[in-house]
Structure formats: C-alpha cells, structure tokens
T-cell receptor
Framework: ETGVTQSPTHLIKTRGQQVTLRCSSQ?????VSWYQQALGQGPQFIFQ???????GRGNFPPRFSGLQFPNYSSELNVNALELDDSALYLC????????????????FGSGTQLSVL | AQSVAQPEDQVNVAEGNPLTVKCTYS??????LFWYVQYPNRGLQFLLK??????LVKGSYGFEAEFNKSQTSFHLKKPSALVSDSALYFC?????????????FGAGTTVTVRA
C-alpha cells in the first residue's frame, strides 16, 4: 500500500453533471498529480499541484480543474461531464525538493472509476 | 514532446522462464525513466527508475531494466518469472532537467505467466 487514498472508489454520473474526486497524499509528500486512464490505455497527465498552486498541465480542457489544500490533499473537479470522461482517475503524490527533482517518484492511489452515462 | 512506445500489447511466458517487456522512448535531453506495475483494481506500483549512472537498474520484486541510450530503449527484465508477476506493466518518461513535470506513459503491456 502506498498511503495515497482516493474517494470515492466508484462513481456514476450522467452527461452534463459535475463531479469532485478527492485524494489524500502520502505522509510527508507535498505534491499531487492527477492522471486519467481510459480503458486499455496508459495514464494521461491532467495536472499537478505543488504548494496549493497548479504546477504543470496536460492537454485537458479548462472544465478539468483542481485544488490542493494546506494539508496537501487535493480535489479534481470536472464540469459538464462528457461520455469520453469515463475513465479511471488516478492521484499520485510525491515529494518535490526545491533543490532538485531527483526523488520525484510517484506513489499512486487505487483510483476512482468514473462512469458517465 | 515526449512519448513512450510499448510495442507488445501482451507477453506470455512460462513460470521460471525469463521475462522481457520492451519499451522505447522519445524525449528532449536526458531521460528520467520509470517502470510501474498495475494489478487489477489497483493503482500503479513503482518498480524502478533510471536517472543516470549504471545502465542496468535493479528494482522491486527481482525486476531490473536496461537503459540503452543509442537505441532509446529501457526494457524491463526478470530472469525467472513467477505466476504472481502476471499484471499490466507501464513504462514512463519525462525530461530529467525540465520544469515540465508531466510523466508520459506507454499504453501498457499485459504480462501473463502460466504455471
């Protein structure tokens, strides 16, 4: 177990709705990354949060947004859900050191399986 | 742009035989390379990483990977596979010295080890 917890584990929504996914990072970690894993594909980078600010973003539209809280936990929000948003959403925590990024090994949670009908 | 190719969707081996999962990458500058494994209904688990130094990297559960700069490859290997190694394996890359924190994953290779 990595110590990264995500909730809920499964979620069913309808097209056009909004969803919030939650992630608690591993103790001692200060950075959270979110990935989308569609069926049969590798994880795709959505964005990363460090010091409560977005720190890098992949090719996802603005309706994908996030937050990081002072305790380093994080939320992923998706507005106006589309059928193609159905996927496993993975949260990964890591330790970012200001002097370098040598130890940016990601520790993943088990994910939230989102189904959009 | 950075990318990873895992040319085999599936790899099947008998228990006790050597296991190789192939990965080639494309990245600007020096690569920071990873292998992760995913079991059903679980998140990704870290196996090993390559930054610099020895081209043969040893990781968890008896796995190792060989970095080949000229072939831009980072193949995962295990000398003697176990049935419990059956899982989905992902190779990933990002530039070593970059403000771009995005980790790019391959599509994954399903490994099946038969008893």
């Amino acid at each position: 177990e990595t110590g990264v917890t995500q909730s809920p584990t499964h979620l069913i929504k309808t097209r056009g709705q909004q969803v919030t996914l939650r992630c608690s990072s591993q103790s001692g970690h200060n950075t959270v990354s979110w990935y989308q894993q569609a069926l049969g594909q590798g994880p795709q980078f959505i964005f990363q949060y460090y010091r409560e600010e977005e720190n890098g973003r992949g090719n996802f539209p603005p309706r994908f947004s996030g937050l990081q809280f002072p305790n380093y936990s994080s939320e992923l929000n998706v507005n106006a859900l589309e059928l193609d948003d159905s996927a496993l959403y993975l949260c990964a925590s890591s330790l970012h050191r200001d002097r370098g990024r040598e130890d940016e090994k990601l520790f993943f949670g088990s994910g939230t399986q989102l189904s959009v009908l | 742009a950075q990318s990873v190719a895992q040319p085999e969707d599936q790899v099947n081996v008998a228990e006790g035989n050597p296991l190789t999962v192939k990965c080639t990458y494309s990245v600007s500058g020096n690569p920071y390379l990873f292998w992760y494994v995913q079991y059903p209904n679980r998140g990704l688990q870290f196996l090993l990483k390559y930054i610099t130094g020895d081209n043969l990297v040893k990781g968890s559960y008896g796995f190792e990977a060989e970095f080949n700069k000229s072939q831009t490859s980072f193949h995962l290997k295990k000398p003697s596979a176990l049935v419990s190694d059956s899982a989905l394996y992902f190779c990933a890359v990002r530039p070593l010295f970059s403000n771009d924190y995005k980790l790019s994953f391959g599509a994954g290779t399903t490994v099946t080890v038969r008893a």
